[in-house]
């Protein structure tokens, strides 16, 4: 069965950085685009970053995210992580792993991890 599941959330002060991780398992994610979405309390979940999983490493960010936060991957270790920069209050959420299907495929999706941003 398919398991993402993610870690690294955390306080962190503003301007500060964190890392998250995602370990999948359970499932061949070949014809999918990993990434991460967030949730923050009283809101819809949006979008962060994404990236193919297999082949090239072609990545996506939403407007937010780009220049501070960096997604990438380890096949080898199954492992989505989202490195995340110079972090704002607005950051504040609960992060989600995602698995996207480009094949119009099940679509999963891990626990979440929070990451509170604040001083």
């Known amino acids: 069965q398919v398991q993402l599941v993610e870690s690294g959330g955390g306080l962190v002060q503003p301007g500060g950085s964190l890392r998250l991780s995602c370990v999948i398992s359970g499932g061949t994610f070949s014809a999918y685009d990993m990434g991460w979405y967030r949730q923050a309390p009283g809101s819809g979940r949006e979008f962060v970053a994404a990236i193919n999983w297999s082949g090239g490493s072609t990545t996506y960010y939403a407007d937010s995210a780009k220049g501070r936060f960096n997604i990438s991957k380890d096949n080898a270790k199954n492992t989505l992580y989202l490195n995340m920069n110079s972090l704002k209050p607005e950051d504040t959420a609960v992060y989600y792993c995602?698995?996207?299907?480009?094949?119009?495929?099940?679509?999963?999706w891990g626990q979440g991890t929070q990451v509170t941003v604040s001083s």
């Open positions: 995602n698995g996207e299907s480009t094949l119009g495929g099940t679509d999963y």
